[in-house]
Structures are given as structure tokens and as C-alpha cells.
Nanobody
Framework: VQVVESGGGLVHAGESLKLSCTVSGLTFSSRNMCWFRQAPGKEREGVSCMNAYGSSTYYADSVKGRFTISRDVAETTLYLKMDSLKAEDTAMYSC???????????????????????WGQGTQVTVSS
């Protein structure tokens, strides 16, 4: 299994970035897929998730209205479009693939790192104020 993120970088506050996560070695569309982030000295935070069907999404309150999760099943790629970036969005962003699960909804209780056995190495996002 390989999970590979890309798209991070250094931007100014108010600008946008789009992260990509390409997955191989597992059935991409049969599990929850999530983006997590971790800033220095802080706990890992679930940012956004999508269920196996692509019909349900979760966003942390801190990113609602600014971030958009999407996917391309054919390309086995998960995306995170981040608009109106703030300095507090600065973190290492990691993509994670869950166990096989066909639940209709993805909820906050699903967004727990221990429920995701497959992780990428992360991509750094730095937002200067």
C-alpha cells in the first residue's frame, strides 16, 4: 500500500492551495479517506473526510466554508482544496485511508487516527500572515 501526498508549500494568508493524495495497493473507493494535520506542539487534527461512496463529507469547524474535499476514483486520488488560508492552517497535512467500510455517512466520531491504518508521509503547508 502506498499513500503519497503532494501540493503543499508556502503561501500568504488569503491564498489557496490544492493538496493531492494518490493511493495504490488498496481499493480506494471502499473506505473512508481523510486529511489530517498536525502543527508543532499540537495534537493531530482531523481536517476533512469522505466516505466510500463519495456521498458524505466531514469538515472540522475550523475549515468549514474554506476547504473542499474531493476525489477522482479512476485516478485513485483524493484532493483537498484550501481557500482563504490563515496562518493557523500551517501544519503538516497527511492523507489517511481507513479500513474497508461502506457506511452511508462519515461523522466526527469516525475521524480518529487509530481508525486509519494507512498513512502518507505528509506535505507541509505554511501560511505566512
Amino acid at each position: 500500500v502506498q499513500v503519497v501526498e503532494s501540493g503543499g508549500g508556502l503561501v500568504h494568508a488569503g491564498e489557496s492551495l490544492k493538496l493531492s493524495c494518490t493511493v495504490s495497493g488498496l481499493t480506494f473507493s471502499s473506505r473512508n479517506m481523510c486529511w489530517f494535520r498536525q502543527a508543532p506542539g499540537k495534537e493531530r487534527e482531523g481536517v476533512s473526510c469522505m466516505n466510500a461512496y463519495g456521498s458524505s463529507t466531514y469538515y472540522a469547524d475550523s475549515v468549514k466554508g474554506r476547504f473542499t474535499i474531493s476525489r477522482d476514483v479512476a485516478e485513485t486520488t483524493l484532493y483537498l482544496k484550501m481557500d482563504s488560508l490563515k496562518a493557523e492552517d500551517t501544519a503538516m497535512y497527511s492523507c489517511a485511508a481507513g479500513i474497508t467500510s461502506y457506511r452511508a455517512y462519515v461523522e466526527k466520531s469516525d475521524v480518529v487516527p487509530s481508525k486509519f491504518p494507512y498513512w502518507g508521509q505528509g506535505t507541509q503547508v505554511t501560511v505566512s500572515s
